[in-house]
């Protein structure tokens, strides 16, 4: 059965950090693009960052570069993320998505071949 299980969401406060974590089953997370993405109250799902299979290229958001850090550990079939300087409108439920397909189809987040359930993440000011 293909899994994507994410913990590390809670509740902290603006300028602190959190890491969040996407653990994979049933596949194998080196065949595939990753990413990660958040759906605030009332909002569309939107990309917050991607890794490429094998890790060599990375994009963000423009609204996390410079905060957030996705990484990827493929012998433990899991992806990273590292969020530093959190601010209120960080506060959504944070996705992890596999895609198969071209890397470009994260960016957009279509053609995702796996989503996770999600964590939530609210910051406070």
């Known amino acids: 059965q293909v899994q994507l299980v994410e913990s590390g969401g809670g509740l902290v406060q603006a300028g602190d950090s959190v890491r969040l974590s996407c653990a994979a089953s049933?596949?194998?997370?080196?065949?595939?693009?990753m990413g990660w993405f958040r759906q605030a109250p009332g909002k569309e799902r939107q990309f917050v960052a991607a890794?490429?299979?094998?890790?060599?290229?990375?994009n963000y958001a423009d609204s996390v570069k410079d905060r957030f850090t996705i990484s990827r550990d493929n012998a433990n079939n899991a992806v990273y993320l590292q969020m530093n300087n959190l601010n209120v409108e960080d506060t959504a439920v944070y996705y992890c998505?596999?895609?198969?397909?071209?890397?470009?189809?994260?960016?957009?987040?279509?053609?995702?071949?796996?989503w996770g359930q999600g964590t939530q993440v609210t910051v406070s000011s």
């Open positions: 890794i490429s299979r094998s890790g060599g290229t990375t």
């Open positions: 049933g596949f194998t997370v080196s065949s595939y693009h």
């Open positions: 998505g596999a895609c198969g397909n071209g890397y470009g189809n994260l960016l957009t987040a279509t053609r995702i071949n796996y």
